[in-house]
Every structure is written in structure tokens, then in C-alpha cells.
Nanobody, 116 residues
Framework: VQLQAFGGGLVQAGGSLRLSCVAS??????????MAWYRQAPGKERELVAR???????TYADSAKGRFAISRDNIKRTLYLQMNSLKPEDTAVYYC?????????WGQGTQVTVSS
């Protein structure tokens, strides 16, 4: 597995979860650029949640601003997404995305379910 995502689960509205995505040594390198989290809810298209550039610049979807925080640890080859104040509409499968050179890698997805 080149990207392993974990940390999803079932949480009540208002709760928190922290997603992690670990890259294998075979794909992570100094050429690793933008990393991001996307999500896909049932019947909807995959959408960007947040991304972080190689220089640390972060971008968030409007729905995530003020509640989610993306971060990366290049030493650990890991991408994080801290999600607070979760809402039922955050329910989706969350996918991590790594851009290494011109190659794109996707994680297998981790399910986040927020109950009302």
C-alpha cells in the first residue's frame, strides 16, 4: 500500500476526529509537493476539503474553514486532518492525495460518519 489512511469512525455531532495518511518510503521523496484531503459523500462528487503545499501554505474549502486543520510531517511521511465541531454533513469517505513530481497518489479512503 503506497498511501495508508486511517482515523475515521463514528462520532456524534460536535465531536472531533483526527485523520492520518502515511506514505510508503517508495513514493515519498523530496519531490513530494502538495498534499490534500478530499471527501466523497454518497451520491456526490469528490470534493477538496483542504490542501497544504510543500512550503506549508494551506487552503480550505469554505465548509472546513474554522473547524478543520491540515498539517504535514515530512519526517514521518504523514499528512493529518484535525476535524473539530463535526456536523452530519461532514459524513463521507475521506481520501488523502499526494503529488510527487508529476505523479498523483490516492489513499484508499477512510469512512467518517457523524450522527446527529
Amino acid at each position: 500500500v503506497q498511501l495508508q489512511a486511517f482515523g475515521g469512525g463514528l462520532v456524534q455531532a460536535g465531536g472531533s476526529l483526527r485523520l492520518s495518511c502515511v506514505a510508503s518510503r517508495t513514493i515519498f521523496s523530496i519531490r513530494t509537493g502538495t498534499m490534500a484531503w478530499y471527501r466523497q459523500a454518497p451520491g456526490k462528487e469528490r470534493e477538496l476539503v483542504a490542501r497544504v503545499s510543500s512550503g506549508g501554505t494551506t487552503t480550505y474549502a469554505d465548509s472546513a474553514k474554522g473547524r478543520f486543520a491540515i498539517s504535514r510531517d515530512n519526517i514521518k511521511r504523514t499528512l493529518y486532518l484535525q476535524m473539530n465541531s463535526l456536523k452530519p454533513e461532514d459524513t463521507a469517505v475521506y481520501y488523502c492525495y499526494f503529488l510527487v513530481g508529476v505523479s498523483v497518489y490516492w489513499g484508499q479512503g477512510t469512512q467518517v460518519t457523524v450522527s446527529s
